[in-house]
């Protein structure tokens, strides 16, 4: 169930969230473990604070680096999509401080399809 929840939450739209939380529940029935805690949510909000980024709902901000965080130890690649100044480019760039990264963004246009 938490695997299911886990690496499947990230990808749905916000409208969606509530339907996929209502199918878990019916095949999980009275179920909820909670989500492995993150260590440096503390870290995220200080990154935020000193990029001047503007304070959003703080769990829907550090739940989004959260979630990007488990999705690259779990996947080979990872995409990050969504409308325009939604915030992709933040998440990525607070992750890549809070966990001292190096993150090579690759455009795939550049590359041939053979």
Same mark, same amino acid.
């Not at 260590?39 to 304070?55: A, H, T």
């Not at 996947?75 to 992750?95: E, N």
């Given at each position: #169930?938490?695997? /299911?929840?886990?690496? =499947? #939450? @990230?990808?749905?739209? $916000?409208?969606?969230? @509530?339907?996929?939380?209502?199918? &878990?529940?019916?095949?999980?029935?009275? #179920?909820? !473990?909670?989500?492995?805690? $993150?260590?440096?949510? %503390?870290?995220?909000?200080? &990154?935020?604070?000193?990029?001047?980024?503007? @304070?959003? !709902?703080?769990? =829907?901000?550090? %739940?989004?680096?959260?979630? /990007?965080?488990?999705?690259?130890?779990?996947?080979?690649?990872?995409?990050?999509?969504? @409308?325009?100044?939604?915030?992709?480019?933040?998440?990525?760039?607070?992750?890549?401080?809070?966990?001292?990264?190096? &993150? $090579?963004? &690759? =455009?795939?246009?550049?590359?041939?399809?053979?």
């Amino acid at each position: #169930m938490r695997a /299911l929840r886990d690496m =499947n #939450m @990230p990808k749905f739209v $916000y409208d969606d969230v @509530p339907l996929f939380k209502g199918l &878990i529940g019916d095949l999980f029935p009275g #179920m909820d !473990p909670v989500r492995k805690p $993150y260590e440096k949510k %503390d870290k995220i909000k200080e &990154i935020c604070d000193s990029l001047g980024f503007q @304070p959003l !709902p703080e769990d =829907n901000q550090i %739940d989004k680096v959260v979630q /990007l965080f488990e999705t690259m130890g779990t996947r080979h690649t990872t995409m990050v999509v969504g @409308p325009t100044g939604a915030g992709k480019s933040s998440v990525i760039q607070v992750l890549q401080k809070v966990e001292g990264a190096v &993150i $090579y963004t &690759i =455009n795939p246009k550049s590359i041939t399809v053979s």
